[in-house]
């Protein structure tokens, strides 16, 4: 799910915790990227095990459960209202359903490596969006973002300068897994821009549960099918510790960690942080699960890299687009 990082901060300020320091609130969001870093590396060895549908109605069962006590502490902070329930369902589609499932069937069909880099070229959708349905200043700084993003991005789906036409079998589909990743990012885009104003009336970690909820209606029914289907599934050891991974860890303490911090820090201020998620991101792939590193996916890291740079020095401007989080 994505967070905007501009709207969350000032919510985030509205929980009664004891006051961090500026260190100890920068530990926090180094290490809130550095575990949902992990999570595109434990993804793939969960789906060697479980489909995409499967791994997201247990993953996000678990992290419900364990955000269970936000649901009742804040139930009544959550807006009754026709229209904003309208909202939240809108973007509970948008942020858990669709997105999670167009990245996990491509993260299935992709490397770890790929969709760890990509991630960040969210940020320019999210100016893109702005720009378009929000009438946002559109910046010099910000083309250019969007211009590197979207090379950066290029680069790493095909792996060269040239389309790849005639890789066939691995190599089309992974390049279809690369897409399906990119339209993931540019609904999770869609819903930072729609959902710019919904966390001014509920605490984030209160409207991260809810919409997470929410998303159970769609995924514990697709579930049952993709099970009644192909049967149960058999879940090693790895398998499982994978799952936990990305609903306790990824999910829950990531979401907690990052919001912490926020009641400290300027999104602007944490912004730099974001740069770990991709980089570290990839390394783990690269390390753990041997994906393969080509001069064309180093070159279009670098790109997406200079994009975000690029959006990070942009969003400290006040009519500057929300910076987009995103957790795995």
Same mark, same amino acid.
């Given at each position: 799910?994505?967070?905007?990082?501009?709207? *969350?901060?000032? %919510? #985030?300020? @509205?929980? !009664?915790?004891?006051?961090?320091?500026?260190?100890?609130?920068? &530990?926090? /969001?180094?290490?809130?990227?550095?575990?949902?870093?992990?999570?595109?590396?434990?993804?793939?060895?969960?789906?060697?095990?479980?489909?995409?549908?499967?791994?997201?109605?247990?993953?996000?069962?678990?992290?419900?459960?364990?955000?269970?006590?936000?649901?009742?502490?804040?139930?009544?902070?959550?807006?009754?209202?026709?229209?904003?329930?309208?909202?939240?369902?809108?973007?509970?589609?948008?942020?858990?359903?669709?997105?999670?499932?167009?990245?996990?069937?491509?993260?299935?069909?992709?490397?770890?490596?790929?969709?760890?880099?990509?991630?960040?070229?969210?940020?320019?959708?999210?100016?893109?969006?702005?720009?378009?349905?929000?009438?946002?200043?559109?910046?010099? *700084?910000?083309? %250019? #973002?969007? @211009?590197? !993003?979207?090379?950066?991005?290029?680069?790493?789906?095909?792996? &060269?300068? /040239?389309?790849?036409?005639?890789?066939?079998?691995?190599?089309?589909?992974?390049?279809?897994?690369?897409?399906?990743?990119?339209?993931?990012?540019?609904?999770?885009?869609?819903?930072?821009?729609?959902?710019?104003?919904?966390?001014?009336?509920?605490?984030?970690?209160?409207?991260?549960?809810?919409?997470?909820?929410?998303?159970?209606?769609?995924?514990?029914?697709?579930?049952?099918?993709?099970?009644?289907?192909?049967?149960?599934?058999?879940?090693?050891?790895?398998?499982?510790?994978?799952?936990?991974?990305?609903?306790?860890?990824?999910?829950?303490?990531?979401?907690?960690?990052?919001?912490?911090?926020?009641?400290?820090?300027?999104?602007?201020?944490?912004?730099?942080?974001?740069?770990?998620?991709?980089?570290?991101?990839?390394?783990?792939?690269?390390?753990?699960?041997?994906?393969?590193?080509?001069?064309?996916?180093?070159?279009?890291?670098?790109?997406?890299?200079?994009?975000?740079?690029?959006?990070?020095?942009?969003?400290?401007?006040?009519?500057?687009?929300?910076?987009?989080?995103?957790?795995?």
């Amino acid at each position: 799910m994505t967070v905007s990082a501009t709207s *969350s901060a000032g %919510a #985030a300020r @509205a929980i !009664g915790q004891p006051r961090l320091s500026r260190g100890g609130a920068f &530990g926090l /969001l180094v290490l809130a990227n550095a575990l949902w870093a992990g999570t595109y590396t434990a993804g793939k060895i969960a789906l060697s095990q479980l489909s995409p549908i499967e791994l997201n109605a247990v993953r996000f069962s678990l992290a419900t459960l364990m955000l269970a006590p936000v649901l009742v502490r804040g139930w009544r902070q959550i807006p009754r209202d026709r229209a904003t329930l309208v909202k939240l369902g809108q973007l509970t589609l948008l942020g858990f359903v669709l997105n999670k499932a167009f990245e996990y069937f491509g993260l299935n069909l992709s490397t770890a490596s790929d969709v760890a880099l990509l991630i960040a070229t969210e940020s320019i959708f999210t100016a893109l969006l702005s720009w378009t349905f929000l009438r946002e200043r559109v910046s010099g *700084s910000g083309v %250019a #973002a969007l @211009a590197l !993003g979207l090379f950066g991005a290029y680069l790493i789906v095909e792996r &060269g300068f /040239l389309p790849n036409l005639g890789g066939g079998g691995n190599e089309t589909a992974r390049i279809a897994g690369d897409l399906l990743v990119v339209l993931s990012l540019f609904l999770e885009a869609g819903y930072t821009v729609r959902g710019k104003t919904a966390l001014a009336s509920m605490p984030p970690l209160l409207f991260t549960a809810t919409t997470l909820a929410g998303s159970l209606f769609v995924w514990l029914p697709a579930g049952a099918v993709a099970v009644a289907q192909s049967g149960w599934p058999h879940v090693t050891l790895a398998g499982w510790l994978a799952v936990l991974y990305m609903a306790a860890i990824a999910t829950v303490a990531g979401y907690w960690l990052w919001f912490r911090a926020l009641t400290r820090l300027d999104a602007s201020a944490a912004a730099p942080t974001l740069f770990i998620q991709p980089l570290l991101g990839a390394a783990l792939a690269i390390w753990l699960l041997h994906d393969r590193l080509t001069w064309a996916t180093l070159l279009g890291g670098a790109l997406i890299g200079a994009s975000l740079l690029l959006v990070v020095r942009s969003s400290r401007q006040p009519s500057a687009p929300p910076i987009a989080i995103e957790a795995p």
